[in-house]
């Protein structure tokens, strides 16, 4: 099974800020790197697919890039409706494995 | 309106059965791998099982091999999850969710149900 690390587990942030997180898998996964957004009692909310296609609707604050084994989202100015909890998740080789996520916070 | 939307949650008694239901609107649901993801509360996502568009191709993770099975029934627009031997690490909220048809990310995604192991 592809291994996924992502980190931080938790990020404190204020309204405006540069938010990174990154996410390594345990093998190359030709960029079937997926992020999403899951806001609480929310079913999770697609991002960005193939590691850096940014999905029809999400602001462009948000960008994927990465390859091989190293992925990062970014948040270029976070604003308040983006604290949020942040997966990963590999989809080269089934089992499709998700990262642990990222709690971004308030400052 | 384009959805999914799940059923068949509920209070399952360990080593009991429970069969969880998907059901599609508002697309054409043949084109389409879908994918059981799980999460117990307070945890993080877990993938569960996944299935192709003819039904004839399935996976699961470790913990659900033997113990759960995926079907689909294209006609009727649904996805099923059979699910046996039930204990308390599969008690969590499930949803069902497409695969894009290019670049396999999870776009749709029902609300969830939830399953609870539990005497």
């Known amino acids: 099974d592809t291994q996924m690390t992502q980190s931080p587990s938790s990020v404190s942030a204020s309204v405006g800020d540069r938010v990174t997180i990154t996410c390594r898998t345990s093998?190359?996964?030709?960029?079937?790197l997926a992020w999403y957004q899951q806001k609480p009692g929310r079913a999770p909310k697609l991002l960005i697919s193939?590691?850096?296609s940014l999905q029809s609707g999400v602001p462009s604050r948000f960008s994927g890039s990465g390859s091989g084994t190293h992925f990062t989202l970014t948040i270029s100015s976070l604003q308040p409706e983006d604290f949020a909890t942040y997966y990963c998740?590999?989809?080269?080789?089934?089992?499709?494995?998700f990262g642990q996520g990222t709690k971004v916070d308030m400052k | 309106e384009v959805q999914l939307v799940e059923s068949g949650g509920g209070l399952v008694q360990p080593g009991g059965s429970l069969r969880l239901s998907c059901a599609a609107s508002?697309?054409?649901?043949?084109?389409?791998?879908v994918s059981w993801v799980r999460q117990a509360p307070g945890k993080g996502l877990e993938w569960v099982a996944h299935i192709n568009p003819d039904g004839n191709l399935k996976n699961y993770v470790d913990s659900a091999k033997g113990r759960f099975t995926i079907s689909r029934d294209n006609a009727k627009n649904s996805v099923n999850l059979q699910m046996s031997s039930l204990n308390s690490a599969d008690a969590a909220t499930y949803y069902c969710?497409?695969?894009?048809?290019?670049?396999?990310?999870?776009?749709?995604w029902g609300q969830g149900t939830l399953v609870t192991v539990s005497s």
């Open positions: 193939a590691a850096s």
């Open positions: 093998q190359d996964i030709n960029n079937w």
């Open positions: 969710a497409r695969t894009a048809a290019v670049d396999r990310g999870l776009d749709l």
């Open positions: 998740q590999q989809a080269n080789m089934s089992p499709d494995t």
């Open positions: 508002g697309f054409t649901f043949h084109n389409h791998w």
